[in-house]
């Protein structure tokens, strides 16, 4: 059987189809474009209005350029729309989230009779990720209002220690040298597990293993990014990479309270400066919101003032769209499109000033770092990513001396 794993969306839907994708290969599944494939996964993500419409078309653009391909749907959209994206053009099937593993692990087995060879594991490369996303959580007990997740995922649970250790051990023999650990509320980690457990323990327990991995933590909130968590990391010696992702949303503390994000800016602020205090070459990203209902001119200011008196280095500007079943939907004052766009590209733009002047902070330091693609670009621990000459393969571990447009290995 040949088959295709198309992912939209966040790390966590990368980390479900590396497992569908892993499962696939092990049973014969032979790795194929969707043009050509016998079997195309579309692993959906719908956190916007346009993120829904991206699946969409992707689905009738494998249909029309593979009239004989099979189409299974899984992820977000298809747990909150099933007979919408059922509807669509060559689909025969639609997976939830909550039977997603239970379902392509049988999906495997039947197609078991492939041309691959069976028994074959994920190696770095496939599906064109280097390093290796592991989900530890899934599911979400915050009630943000403009978030359809916790809906599309369900309530918050995690894997057992003992569990995500032993997969470390698996994803490390198979080559990686790489593993961003991911959950949907990731600093929830824990809170299920009979005993409770944390994501302390959790970092902890990675950053002391004998694995000749490093470790990335993705997106965590604000509030449970705690102090203890950044000494870990910076006592870690390297094992957790200095690379944080915190969604702030919005800066004006009037636009938290109707998202229902539980802190202020002054929290958020001193939050992200006193990792910078710990360590200064930290990475740190976030998430904004750009149109959410009743957003004034003035809430607005407050992000582009705030922003470039912060110490963030990456930022990603979501549009705000209306999520049916969400508070938000019902809230008045909506933000009309041309304004949200416009609104948009100014912080686009911020972003970017931000990411240039970290690399220029970071111009001239030595960073380790792993190469990805054909081996020309690299992922420095503090997530910059430089272009270095033809020559290293990929999935190598170097030192890199970074400059402003590309960078120098380092002997």
Known sequence: MKYSVI?????????????????????????????????????????????????????????????????????????????????????????????????????????????????????PGVAGRTAFTLRVQTGCDERCSYCIIPTTRGAGRSVPVDQVLREVDRVAAAGFKEIAITGVQLGSYGRDLQPASSLLSLVRALALSSVDVTFRISSLEPMDCTPDIVDVVAASGGRVAPHFHLPLQHASDRMLRLMRRPYTLAYYRDLVDSIVDVLPHASIGTDMIVGFPGETADDFEADMSYLPTSPLSHVHVFPYSDRPGTQAEAMPAKVPGPVIRERGARLRALGAELNRGFRHRQSGSVRPGLTIEDGTLVVTDNYLKVRIPPGTPRNQRVSIRVGADSGQLVK
């Open 7 to 123: 992912t939209f969306g966040c790390r966590v839907n990368q980390a479900d189809s590396l497992r569908i994708e892993e499962g696939l290969l092990a049973r014969g599944g032979v790795a194929a474009p969707p043009s050509d494939a016998d079997l195309v996964i579309v692993n959906t993500c719908s956190v916007t209005a346009s993120a829904d419409q991206g699946a969409r078309q992707t689905i009738r653009r494998v249909a029309r350029d593979n009239p004989s391909a099979r189409v299974v749907v899984t992820g977000c959209y298809a747990s909150r729309r099933p007979e919408e994206v059922a509807a669509l053009p060559n689909v025969v099937r639609v997976v939830s989230n909550d039977e997603k593993d239970r379902f392509f692990k049988t999906t495997a087995e039947r197609f078991g009779d492939g041309d691959g060879a069976c028994g074959a594991t994920i190696a």
